[in-house]
């Protein structure tokens, strides 16, 4: 009788949603599911092999949680979901911007609530503007084009379709009443867009949640520090779990009903505003025209209902966006009740009073408002939004810096008066005024950016290089979900404004409509802004192509010898073996990167394919000169005086007509490619930026993509506790295999894990579905096996308070260049030369390597071993690029072995390597060792295995 396995190997899928069979390396008819459903499923073989009786592979699918964008509908139904999803993208960037801060305690030490620390407020107030910005832009078409414009003078434009006619015979205010509702509807569909899979994230149990319990409040926390808190005890400074071990990040951070009540309620209100706002100016002679003084004038009592919605709508769109931000703050103080009836009745509030409004529209008293052919609150708004969403992410560079982030946001509000001063004042005191107070601003935001950057310890200043953007990943995620919205806002109002401004030639237009302009008649006008900004994103897009093309050129123009990590285990004939690093070097020589001489074809293909794996590794700072384009382009549209200055240049009309071309050509473009992935696939948008963003708990903006790991790390972690406490359970071990974004989950499942003992030990009648023994944690009894990962080179840098690199216990790493051969030389020749910023201290709170078992400090191997090679373009090593000494990392072969003819191997194909089977047999003799769970064999010092000079394991 064969005996029972006892190893449970658990595979995990990446980026590539990897099918089981494709996991198991087996034909798909030999798996079968054991439990879970399309989105989130267990697999094995029907039929395993005998050459590992002790062992049991699973694969763990999790892929289609990420890729629920309407994968049972119809093509085209499915490209309308796809097209909401890429409408929901900022609002996923604002979402990374909040886990990409720095000092985020996440557990008070006053309360086991939850803390958002520095900036979470900022980017709250930043996701309703987000949401608001979007509302502005669906009014600047329906109200704005179609509304005033369009069906002015009962002519429709000749592209409207004809059911709207109707609308033509009501008068200004009514044809804006009605079509207001156009944004409202609009948000509502995008907001089902992110709530209809969200209900496929939370399976069926009868367990409790081993990975979030829920104490006897209504707001979920930390078990353990909740009880240490109704004891008096206050957790010192390291005694703070990592977030990814606090239930707190899973649950009490994220937004929920409050946050959506309060994104409705300020988008309603704002309508409300905006319809309000021109009816009351429209009965000053300048409404036509920027006239504040004329406004300023005008007497209440002549338009009585407009001024009175325009303070109600005020008034409510102030209130829901301090609920919003409010929302961050911590129970105690401000409970969850509380926010949660406020933004019921802001929201409440809003619709009858968007109601009363349009009621009022249709009344005798409505058309005595001249119809002037303007929506002047719609050409202001814009500009005002961007205004504070852009000081936001310049405040974002000093988060996390005491007395800076004070003098940031007293030099920013500076800046923002300082504008609105040279326009509200213009016509009184002329140019001269406006372009000092404008210069002003220009000054006073240069300042708070080099708030952000100077005025640093020596250690600060090093700390930083070895975080994403030098410590400003908030920042690069604010502005680049600013340029998102700018770009998908301005196709959208811009491509809306050519189409009804196309000429009436159809044959079905009728002598009634009129064409575009008609004689005599005003053209039809786009939004200045939008059209701004069009003429600014060609200067955008043509530095940023200018700028690929340079760092192309500086990749491809040669062949570059780069370091590989050693394959191993070495062969007697290295040169001959088939697993065998071609044209590189396993020690960096002085002229590193060295380029490459003579090479063969088998050469050239393996280079080939790592210049191209560089090319993606650039994406980094690529997005850090978009970030600086972004915030550069938003000069001229956030300070008028410059932006009039450039439409007075003589190519600035040539540029917009570009620019028209531009965004017609992105339109397009974005259209097909939506369509086409719609109708090929029921694949997410953008690959890895997708996965990340779903990823994390929706803790900035309510509309976020819903969270998979959410369902992945209870599912993962109730598995392995299932395994560990079964049948003979002193002997059973995990060995979790882990790909790509999969490393994710495994290092959140090990946390989350740990978390649980941590409950067990201070409390033994906690909840735990398997409460873990204390003298033998369920953490000690498992192995990680990464490949293909990102989790130093990415996640520890640019999320420094959930990856960092105390959180994995590795050294950290700089930065990728630009133009650099090689684009990770600097850190290459750090490693080298033994130039390596310190580990965590011990008491400080255990990162992922002591978990395992290890200590790199002192040479201990953890049970973690991780795959890379150099034709990857997004694995990297997790502990050094340096193979001599190196605990952790191992090199896995650049050629694809499963198939016939010779192919390079590159971000897949590592589970049919020789390497992968050693790295995991390696991991199996450590349970087995001396010690054991997971000791390192004692045959060799510091409880290290012993290693061949080029640093592989013999």
Known sequence: MPSEPTVLELRVHGIANAPPAAMLCVEESRVRRTVGDEFGSFWVVADPPADHPELRTEAYSWGNLARSGGSALAVVGRAFVHVGWLFVLPFGLCNLAYWA???????????PWWDGGPGAIAIRMFAVLQTLFYVVAFM???????????LRDRQPCAALPGWLDGLADLGPLQRSAV?????????????LVGLRARGRFDPNRDKPDTA????????????RNALRWLRGERPKPGEFPPLL????????????HTSERAHFAASISLVLFLLAWDAWIGASGSASEWDPAAWLALDPDGQPVPFVGVIVGAVLLAGSITITAAAGLSHTRWSTRSKRAWSSIALVASVLAYLAWLIWSFTPDATTVPDDGKALGLTIVPGVISTICALIAVASLT????????????????????????????????QDWRMWWSAAAVALTALAVISGYAFHSKAERANRKLLGWHGNAAAVALLVALFSSLVITSLLVVGAHAWLASPAESPKVTGYRR??????????EPPFFYERFGAILVVVLVVLILLAATAALTALIRYAVYTVPDLWPPTADAAESPDRNRAGTTDPPDDYPEVLGDHDEKDRQVVSARRVASLAHRGEPMLRWLAILTAVALVPLTVPLVAEWLEQQAGWNRLVGLSAWALGLLSLAAVAWVVTNAATSTERPLGLVWDIICFFPRAGHPFTPPCYAERTVPEMQERIADWLHGDDAEDRRVIIAAHSMGATLAVATLFAMHASEQEAADDPQSNAAVPPSPARPDTGRVALLTYGVQLRAYFSRFFPEVFGARVLGVHGTVGPSLLGLDPWKNQVKREWI??????????????????LGGDLQEETSPRWRSLWRRTDYLGFPVASYRSKGNLIDRGATERAPRTYLWTVARHNGYLDTEQYALARDELLEMFLAPGAPGAAPSASPAGTPATAPGGAPT
């Not at 033994?834 to 978990?851: G, K, Q, T």
């Open 101 to 111: 801060r720095r000092q985020i305690p996440g557990e008070e030490a006053s309360s």
């Open 140 to 150: 600047s078409v329906s109200v704005d084009l179609v509304a005033v414009q369009c």
């Open 179 to 191: 079509l207001s509702l156009v944004p409202i509807v609009l948000m509502l569909v995008i907001y």
């Open 212 to 223: 979030t319990k829920t104490m006897p409040s209504e707001v979920r926390s930390d078990h």
């Open 245 to 256: 071990e606090s239930s707190g990040f899973w649950r009490r951070s994220k937004v929920a």
């Open 399 to 430: 988060w996390g810096y005491g007395g800076h982030r004070v003098a940031a946001w007293v030099l920013l509000t500076g800046a923002f008066v300082s504008v609105i001063v040279a326009e509200l004042w213009r016509a009184d005191h002329g």
């Open 515 to 524: 064409a575009i302009p008609a004689p005599g008649e005003p053209p039809l």
């Open 834 to 851: 033994d130039r390596r910023p310190p580990i965590p201290d011990p008491e400080e709170p255990p990162s992922l390597v002591a978990l």
